[in-house]
């Protein structure tokens, strides 16, 4: 089975900072990742999909990239609505399988 | 307007069966495959189950792997989730999600449902 880890579990940021989170699988994924944010109360949505395309309809600060076993999601410049926890997710092969998440708290 | 909604989930001892159930609409249902995914209060997300568009493949977390049974209905639009033997670890909130293609494999999660509550305690 495939683990993904994600670093850091947590980070505390102000608005306008860059932000990045990074997700690490445990053997060759190619690009199928996905990243997915959730806000407190509600389901998760995804942002990023194929490792580094936008999902319609999501602000162009966020951004993917990484391909095989190491990826990232950034943002460019964080906005108070940003305030949530995100999750990477690998679909490469079953059991399809997350991250543990990285909640982005305001500083 | 894709809608995904779930209902089934509530509170059951240890050992007992509940069934949950996905209604969709605001697409085409038999053309994509749908999965069941969990989360426990506070914690992460956990995929549970998978099914194809025709039902032909289907998967599971090793965790669930012989108490849970996945089935869909593509005449009635609705996804379905028979949980037996429930353990304590099994409390979560469980998610219903579309899959952006007939077959679950490179793609991913998109829209979720609400959620539907399941808690198994005595």
Known sequence: DIQMSQSPSSLSASVGDRVTITCRASEFISIHLNWYQQIPGKAPKVLIYAASSLQSGVPSRFSGSGSGTDFTLTISSLQPEDFATYYCQQSHSTPLSFGGGTKVTIK | ?122
């Open chain 2, 1 to 122: 307007e894709v809608q995904l909604v779930e209902s089934g989930g509530g509170l059951v001892q240890p050992g007992g069966s509940l069934r949950l159930s996905c209604a969709a609409s605001g697409f085409t249902f038999n053309d994509y495959a749908m999965h069941w995914v969990r989360q426990v209060p506070g914690k992460g997300l956990e995929w549970v189950s998978g099914i194809s568009w025709n039902s032909g493949n289907i998967d599971y977390a090793d965790s669930v792997k012989g108490r849970f049974t996945i089935s869909r209905d593509n005449a009635k639009n609705s996804l379905y989730l028979q949980m037996n033997s429930l353990r304590a670890e099994d409390t979560a909130l469980y998610y219903c999600a579309k899959d952006t293609s007939g077959w679950y494999r490179s793609n991913w999660f998109d829209p979720w449902g609400q959620g539907t509550p399941v808690t198994v305690s005595s």
